[in-house]
């Protein structure tokens, strides 16, 4: 036997020699059982031809060598010659360097070659790939194409080490007493063919009756259970051919994995392992093509550029502008949206702060006339609830659109909700007089909160114009809502509100995130899904209240959901084809947030602030840097000059940049929602505001 321990010392890896072939035993001090054993012939995956198989070939001829830190075999793997090295990091990580070189004088073709890790099927188990398998995604819609394990007899999931923004697959399962992970790691390397493509490796999970495979391959793909097809757009797949290499005479192929493996307190966290490792072994660093100043300065241009008012007395700022020399992208006329992706009164927000800042009594006072019209106007027949959307070109109202029939989607109104809170108390910071009708407003709508959930204690994802539940599904989508009553209780001071939002607070705890067997989903009307955004309210209504009552509980529920939140943020920088748009401007991938399970790309919706700031309380550093390295890798995409990323307005953003194949690989798109523009704007501002503070308090 030849055994190599940990740094630490509480971890094990063996390899023997046994009449079925050599072992791998991967254990940990004082455990009685491993958390892994597998024979290098059930792991060593090689086939030729198309479709790839998952056969397992004997390694033959293995030698074997070993110093006190590492351990080296070699053999011969059909017409290959195969070589691993074996080592522990200095962060308790087993390496794993593996070779495959053709030294034989035949060309092998379409080739697929792998690492797969058995592990007995438990009937807990749950499986993590960042971004895109959450315990195989319960509440996505089934009438839907996204990613899952497989729903049917094949069962798995391999996609490309680029999807991933932390390239790894994880499963978790109870033991005993004992909730046990064991994860896989890629180092991603790429090939660049003479044409400039780039191809990487791939990664997934199989899941058999038995068993769980954790699969690293060579760049074949599985989608859903099928072979070599690919996930390439909103419920969308296609054929994919390029994960097949051609071993010509000396061609060699090196890829490195690192193994992590241990226990967690609580089942259905082991996530968060994913987090603090991938933290560890990919350090990332993102860019920061801007200064705070110039990022405000950008993002103000392009709020200006949104402020429309009309003959019928409307003031707002429009969710798609026209002042591109390609005109508006939404081929809709000019309209207003609140919350969800127009977020008109978090502009009006960001102009009254600029307004306070420069004393800009026309800021202010455009913030006050978007107020004062939406209040007055977007009135329905049930108290406390408002129309989504305003068309200035002939002065109609509209809401969103569900199965065919009209709602208010609890985001939307809850998020409107919110930012009027915010504004109000701006207002009162500033010694500026907040009318009554503000607030009267503010409380209309959450008392509505109050008494509008379902019987299971949370807001529905929607409600119908006359003030019932649209559908009764289980979703983290109106989180929203309970963060406008905890602001309420910000700007009345009447503990029924606090009361109310800490009693749903718990009831959403319990849904998601008390055993992720249902994550946090469904926050989009779009989407369906597992998303980034249902995360990121969670963990916002548990820093409110964490900010304001101080309980340890919800500092811990706001620490679990960040790190939930962290699974689908970049670590690391995938390389793109020559000639793409990210790799002439020298895009960075690092510390840019997926969106969903469904839809595979970057955006800027995260709270950056927020993260800063819950780090700074809580001492926990790591949430304060990656807050803004989150922030600061979003200067990226922003136009600086007319024609810059597809735009002629200066301080315009695309909303979507594709990492991916799930949509035109290396390129941003010219969909611009107002939210771009008021995400990045209303987080510049409070870091600013930050920053004076800092400045200012002696030493």
């Known amino acids: 036997m030849y055994t190599i321990v940990s ?18 035993i991967l254990q940990n001090k004082g455990e009685q059982s491993p958390h892994f054993s597998g024979y290098l012939n059930e792991m060593l995956s090689f086939s030729t031809g198309r479709p790839w198989r998952s056969d397992f070939v004997g390694l033959e001829g293995v030698q074997i060598t070993a110093g006190p830190d590492l351990i080296r075999f070699r053999g011969t793997l059909k017409a290959l010659t195969f070589t691993m090295e074996l080592a522990f990091d200095e962060h308790h990580l087993l390496k794993m360097k593996a070779t495959w070189e053709n030294q034989m004088h035949v060309i092998l073709r379409d080739v697929a070659i792998g690492l797969q890790f058995t592990l007995p099927k438990m009937s807990n188990e749950m499986v993590t790939i960042p971004h895109i398998i959450y315990n195989n995604n319960p509440s996505a819609d089934p009438s839907r194409v996204v990613p899952r394990l497989g729903l049917g ?50 990664l ?97 241009n392009a709020m200006d550029d949104r402020w429309r008012t009309n003959e019928f007395g409307a003031a707002g700022y429009v969710k798609f502008t026209d002042s591109n020399e390609f005109g508006n992208v939404s081929k809709r006329p000019l309209h207003y949206m609140y919350g969800w992706t127009g977020q008109c009164l978090k502009l009006a927000w960001c102009d009254a702060k600029l307004g306070f800042m420069h004393k800009e009594e026309e800021r202010i006072s ?36 569900w199965n065919k029939q009209a709602v208010i989607s609890s985001r939307a109104l809850g998020e409107s909700i919110a930012d009027l809170a915010e504004i109000i108390l701006l207002f009162r910071e500033m010694g500026r007089k907040v009318p009554d009708s503000w607030v009267e407003a503010l409380e209309e709508s959450s008392v509505f909160f109050i008494t509008a959930a379902l019987s299971s204690g949370i807001y529905p994802a929607a409600w119908l114009p006359d003030g019932r539940s649209a559908e009764d599904t289980i979703t983290a989508a109106g989180l929203p809502c309970l963060i406008a009553v905890v602001k309420a209780y910000r700007v009345t001071g009447k503990l029924k509100y606090l009361e109310a939002a800490e009693k749903m607070m718990q009831r959403y705890y319990e849904q998601h995130a ?93 709270p950056t602030f927020e993260f800063w700031r819950f780090g700074q309380l809580t001492g926990k550093t790591q949430y304060e840097q990656l807050g803004r390295m989150v922030f600061n890798a979003m200067g990226q995409g922003i136009c600086t000059k007319p024609g810059e990323w597809n735009f002629t307005i200066v301080g315009e953003q695309g909303e979507g940049l594709f990492q991916t194949y799930w949509h035109h690989r290396g390129h941003s798109n010219k969909w611009n929602p107002s ?21 200012s308090v002696p030493i």
């Not at 870091?687 to 800092?694: G, N, R, S, V, Y």
């Open 366 to 401: 455009h913030c006050e006339q978007a107020i004062h019209f939406y209040l007055r106007e977007s009135r329905t027949e049930v108290s406390g609830i408002r129309h989504s959307s305003y068309r200035l070109v002939d002065g109609q109202w509209d809401d969103f659109s």
């Open 153 to 202: 007899k094949d069962k798995g999931l391999i996609c490309e080490e680029h999807r991933l923004p932390i390239p790894c697959v994880n499963v978790a399962w109870n033991e005993d007493v004992e909730a046990r992970f064991f994860s896989l790691f890629s180092l991603p390397a790429y090939k660049e063919t003479a044409d400039g493509v780039v191809h990487y490796g791939s």
């Open 675 to 695: 939210w771009v523009t008021a995400l990045v704007l209303h987080n510049g501002l409070r870091f600013q505001d930050a920053e004076a503070l800092e400045q």
């Open 204 to 300: 997934g999970a199989i899941q058999e009756e038995q068993r769980t495979i954790l699969a690293a391959m060579s760049g074949v793909l599985m989608f859903n259970g099928e072979k070599d097809m690919n996930y390439v757009g909103k419920n969308k797949t296609a054929p994919y051919l390029g994960g097949y290499l051609d071993f010509i005479s000396g061609y060699s192929l090196t890829k490195e994995y690192a193994l992590d493996w241990g226990s967690v307190g609580h089942p259905g966290q082991a996530f968060r392992e994913i987090v603090r490792k991938g933290l560890e072994l990919y350090a990332p660093k993102g860019a920061n093509p801007h200064s705070l100043e110039e990022m405000i300065q950008l993002k103000k």
């Open 7 to 24: 740094r630490d010392k509480q971890k094990r890896a063996a390899i023997t020699r046994t009449p079925k072939g050599i072992q791998l």
């Open 514 to 606: 008390m055993t992720f067997e249902r994550p946090f989903a469904r926050s989009t009307l779009d989407a369906s899904c597992e998303d980034k955004e249902a995360g990121m309210y969670f963990f916002l209504a548990a820093y409110e209240l964490f900010v304001i009552t101080n309980h340890e509980r919800y500092c811990e529920w706001a620490e679990i959901s960040a790190d939930w939140l962290l699974t689908f943020v970049y670590m690391w920088n995938p390389v793109f084809d020559r000639g793409s748009q990210f790799r002439n401007m020298g895009f960075t991938a690092t510390g840019w947030p997926g969106v969903s399970v469904q839809n595979h790309h970057l955006d800027v919706f995260f």
